[in-house]
């Protein structure tokens, strides 16, 4: 099942004993740039994939006639940004769409309604704003010298409780900010680590998302590849003579070397065995680094009835569930609201039916737009914390989680295995370009090129 390309190597079938130099476990985004920069560089490189596609969290699929990204969608700030290199590269066509969901109608492309469904005015949304700027300054300044025990929801307690705001700001403010933790996160104030909050690095510039979508991108860095979709690795035997991979139904396949870029998630599990078993550091920083949950419900309407901006939100929905839904008509080409759920709310979610999901979103839409709302012509929900090769969506700092635990996750045992993944990477883990930096750092590594920077070289660009 080799993706062939333009200077497409097909492998032919291992001749018995024959040693590949490296095996790559996983083809997402981390283990596709990987692959491709070892292939580049004369590397003899085998990957193995257990789903019948390429992009792993990167899932972009045809739906009602076009296409919907079902893992992630945007490119977090353009400038300097290896993704968006990758997107010129691969001539894929983007569209900016900065849905910065705190931002309260301040700049366009945001509307938002209060508790009671009732658009704010632009004075409600400038208080807010305000309220929001205070309190994250003075919650910045408390994650500072946080300790790894404290949660954000005890950050944000002290916060408040400094600001002077009224009990009902406050609140606001408290759910807002508990919101923006499930979006970035997938995961509760309460589980998350304060300190996590001033370790990372964002990318300045517009937000883009890919009307084509995103899998243009790893469909683009797999071809000429030799993947093997449908491959399952069961277990990785690592000593002084090389790897030897099992995967199941398949036999074994050896190396000289591996990098798994299996998700946090899968890690955690242990559906993967590892023989020797991992060292310590490595099962420690496994344990205290979380894997949050973040859900898509995509909606299909016969026509829009919304206001069209990238944004809508509402405060004070049940459980704090579909407080944002996401406008794609310019996106998708058709009238579709997407609303994406994190944390406990998409656990919550996570329990129910399909038609059970989209009653409780409707519910919250009619609250906006009344009777206007007809009954949607088509759904797709996503269930990532069920899907058993991800396990989740995406990595956090959980409470208890130390400064070092992304180094400890990416450093490599014995010069045999290597470890690649968004989960793996100290400054911008969670996302598609900490994947990216994170399988470039493990090529330069075994290329021997990273002058020796080590597990923090996905800093490098
Ligand atoms: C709903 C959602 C929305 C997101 N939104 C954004 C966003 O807008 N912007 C952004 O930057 N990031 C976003 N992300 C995060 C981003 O998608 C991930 O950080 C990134 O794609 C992870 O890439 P990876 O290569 O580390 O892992 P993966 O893409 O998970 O790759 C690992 C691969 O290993 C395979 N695998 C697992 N088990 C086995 C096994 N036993 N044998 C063989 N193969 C195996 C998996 O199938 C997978 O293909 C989002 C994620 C989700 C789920």
């Not at 940004?81 to 969901?101: I, M, Y």
């Not at 900010?177 to 001033?198: K, Q, Y």
């Amino acid at each position: 099942m080799s993706l062939p390309g333009p200077g497409s190597r097909r492998t032919a079938p291992e001749a018995p004993g024959a040693v590949t130099d490296t095996l790559v476990v996983g083809a997402g985004m981390a283990g596709l740039y990987a692959a491709r920069e070892l292939h580049r560089a004369g590397r003899d490189v085998v990957v193995l994939e257990v789903r019948d596609r390429v992009g792993g969290r990167v899932w972009s699929d045809r739906w009602e006639g076009g296409t919907i990204d079902l893992g992630a969608s945007w490119i977090h700030g353009v400038e300097g940004n290896p993704v968006a290199d990758l997107a010129r590269e691969a001539g894929a066509g983007t569209l900016v769409n900065n849905a910065g969901t705190l931002d309260y109608g301040v700049r366009a492309g945001a509307v938002h309604y209060g508790a009671d469904g009732r658009r704010l005015t632009p004075a409600e949304c400038r208080e807010r704003q305000r309220d929001h700027e205070a309190v994250s300054a003075g919650l910045f300044a408390l994650a500072r010298t946080a300790d790894p025990d404290e949660s954000l929801a005890s950050g944000l307690r002290r916060a408040l409780a400094d600001s002077g705001l009224t009990p009902a700001r406050a609140l606001r403010v408290l759910h807002a900010r508990c919101r923006m933790a499930e979006d970035d996160w997938g995961a509760g104030a309460e589980e998350l680590c304060l300190s996590g909050l001033v370790t990372g690095q964002d990318h300045e510039g517009d937000e883009v998302v890919f009307p084509d979508g995103y899998g243009q991108l790893t469909r683009h860095l797999a071809t000429g590849l030799d993947v093997r979709l449908g491959h399952r690795v069961t277990r990785v035997e690592h000593g002084d003579g090389g790897v030897t991979v099992h995967i199941d139904g398949q036999g074994v396949l050896t190396a000289r070397r591996a990098l798994i870029t299996l998700p946090l998630g899968v890690l955690k599990e242990g559906s993967v065995t590892f023989d020797p078993a991992l060292p310590e550091p490595k099962l420690r920083a496994v344990e205290r680094l979380g894997m949050g949950l973040y859900d898509k419900l995509f909606l299909r309407f016969p026509r829009p009835f919304w206001d069209e901006s990238e944004v809508i939100g509402q405060e004070g929905t049940p459980h704090g569930a579909f407080a944002n839904w996401y406008d794609l008509r310019h996106v998708v080409g058709a009238p579709v609201l997407l609303a994406l759920n994190g944390g406990p709310v998409a656990r919550r979610l996570q329990d129910l039916d399909d038609t059970a999901v989209v009653r409780a979103a409707l519910n919250c839409l009619r609250g906006l737009y009344g009777e206007r709302v007809e009954e949607p012509s088509a759904h797709r929900v996503t269930r990532w914390g069920t899907d058993p090769y991800a396990r989740g969506a995406y990595s956090y700092p959980a409470v208890g989680s130390l400064p070092g635990d992304h180094d400890a996750l990416a450093a490599p045992v014995g010069g045999r295995l290597h470890f690649a993944g968004e989960a793996t990477s100290a400054d911008h883990s969670s996302t598609v370009h900490g994947a990216v930096l994170s399988g470039l750092r493990e090529a330069r590594r075994i290329l021997g090129t990273d002058g020796g920077t080590g597990g923090s070289a996905d800093t490098a660009r």
